[in-house]
């Protein structure tokens, strides 16, 4: 049973273009979470997806959109990317109130 | 890799040692509780898991406590390993599937 998977494992983009990552959620699993992860910091929350709508949103602006599909993959799109966008952006799956499961990650370096 | 917790607060104990790794919340809503393990260039693993309802929960090798009354969390790791090298957060929610809030880290180094 795979994990949680998220393509691809690093990126580098230039400022003002826009990307998208991808997260398979573990086997079983109905929920997906997105977190932004910054070095030396801990992860923080972008929203969650469920039902293919998005359910809840952390403090993150429009910039930041996402979509889930009805097999349960998500995927993350930023556009006109900063500088600042520069972390590993997680993908954690979820069911009921079960634990979340987080993926690799995906290392973004924005030039 | 990339280094995770480049500023953590750093916890350094010896091999087959005993390891307690704290950490404080604070909101009194919270009712899920979750420590996950961080190794450079990976994701943060599930380690284990506490409900509010409960206040001592025990896995392979590790116990979380959990202290409502002062809002304090703590994971026990037993005969700490090499392995278990890494960065610890500590993670809360209000329950269900609400968004998980991390606190700050703390750098595990185990000294062979």
């Known amino acids: 049973d795979a994990g949680v998977t998220q393509s691809p494992t690093h990126l580098i983009k230039t400022r003002g273009q826009q990307v998208t990552l991808r997260c398979s959620p573990k086997s079983g699993h109905d929920t997906v979470s997105w977190y932004q992860q910054a070095l030396g910091q801990g992860p923080q929350f972008i929203f969650q997806?469920?039902?293919?709508?998005?359910?809840q949103r952390g403090n993150f602006p429009d910039r930041f959109s996402g979509h889930q599909f009805p097999n349960y993959s998500s995927e993350l799109n930023v556009n006109a990317l900063l500088l600042g966008d520069s972390a590993l952006y997680l993908c954690?799956?979820?069911?009921?109130?079960?634990?979340?499961?987080f993926g690799a990650g995906t290392r973004l370096s924005v030039l | 890799g990339e280094n995770v917790g480049l500023h953590l607060p750093t916890l350094s104990v010896q091999e087959g040692d005993n390891s307690i790794i704290n950490c404080a919340y604070s909101?009194?809503?919270?009712?899920?509780f979750i420590w996950y393990k961080q190794e450079s260039g990976k994701g943060p693993q599930f380690i284990i898991d506490?409900?509010?309802?409960?206040d001592k929960r025990q896995g392979q090798r590790v116990t979380v406590l959990l202290n409502k009354t002062v809002k304090h969390l703590s994971l026990q790791i037993a005969a700490t390993q090499p392995g278990d090298s890494a960065v610890y957060f500590c993670?809360?929610?209000?329950?269900?599937?609400?968004?998980?809030?991390f606190g700050k880290g703390t750098r595990l180094s185990v000294i062979a």
């Open positions: 909101n009194s809503a919270s009712d899920y």
């Open positions: 993670a809360e929610n209000i329950g269900g599937n609400t968004p998980l809030v």
């Open positions: 954690a799956s979820s069911f009921d109130t079960g634990p979340f499961y």
């Open positions: 506490i409900r509010s309802n409960m």
């Open positions: 997806y469920y039902e293919e709508e998005e359910r």
